[in-house]
């Protein structure tokens, strides 16, 4: 958890201009918070939009990031990461995008956008071809965008082709939260924080790590069921 409890450290230094207004001051919004908006607006009102959550298991997850050195350690989200890329590889429907109002494209490789809190506002910088790459490419990727996206640096070609998003607002401790879907996409995750519980097992009481995934889908193409067994498979694959 070492890792989990440093990168909170080092978000609370960002500082974003928005959170230090104050009361009166009349604030014009960006080009970018403009564009953003305006995809936002769309989404809320023209997609259909539903979601499902489930329970996970974290042991495992922090078992297998504690078996790295700490100076190599994959984050959390690292793992998450990974996990939902093979989980879009066994649903391809879910790694798919709307190419006109009623045709969809689905994508041969998996391309994850990945919400990070920069000083300038919620940054989506890409980390491409999640599957074809090991833990340790995946961790390193998302470092590098992070770096790049929290001091303004990040060009057109690292925000661009993601075919799925996710979002981890559990190093703020938030439990559980809804997104909204980026479109052309066709669904988004929510992670919420880790949190410990008293569990009876046998007759033993064992203190066990859980945090919460939120899949927030488009109805005109994924029903409820395909919702469930989605977040059922990447329940398996994250718990094994």
């Known amino acids: 958890m070492a890792d ?3 990168f909170a450290v080092n978000l609370d230094e960002i500082t974003n201009p928005l959170l230090s207004a104050h009361p009166g001051d009349i604030l014009v919004l960006s080009p970018e918070q403009q564009r953003v908006g305006e995809q936002l607006i769309y989404s809320v009102t023209r997609i259909p939009q539903f979601h499902v959550s489930m329970e996970m ?8 990031i504690n078996q790295w050195a700490e100076e190599t350690r ?4 690292t793992f998450l990461l990974q996990g939902v890329g093979k989980t879009l ?3 391809p429907i879910f790694n798919a995008t709307f190419v006109a109002e009623d045709s969809i494209k689905l994508h041969p490789h998996v391309h994850l956008a990945v919400a990070i809190d920069t000083p300038a506002g919620l940054q989506l910088p890409v980390v491409l071809d999640v599957t074809g790459q090991t833990i340790l490419h995946i961790d390193q990727e998302l470092k590098r965008l992070t770096h790049k996206a929290q001091n303004g640096e990040l060009s057109p070609h690292d925000t661009e082709g993601a075919t799925f998003t996710v979002f981890n607002l559990g190093m703020f401790g938030i439990a559980e939260f ?8 066709l669904a988004t995750l929510a992670a919420g924080a880790i949190s410990y519980r008293l569990i009876m097992t046998g007759n033993r009481i064992i203190n ?6 939120k899949l927030i889908a488009d109805h005109r193409v994924i029903d ?3 919702a469930a067994k989605f977040l059922r498979k990447l329940k398996e694959i994250l718990e094994e």
Do not use: V
Not at 74 to 77: K, V
């Open 89 to 91: 590889e066994a649903f």
């Open 208 to 213: 066990l790590p859980f945090f919460t995934l």
């Open 74 to 77: 994959p984050s959390f989200t």
């Open 4 to 6: 989990i409890e440093e």
């Open 224 to 226: 409820a069921a395909m």
């Open 178 to 185: 809804s997104a909204i879907i980026n479109p052309p996409q």
């Open 57 to 64: 298991n974290a042991s495992a997850i922090l078992a297998k």
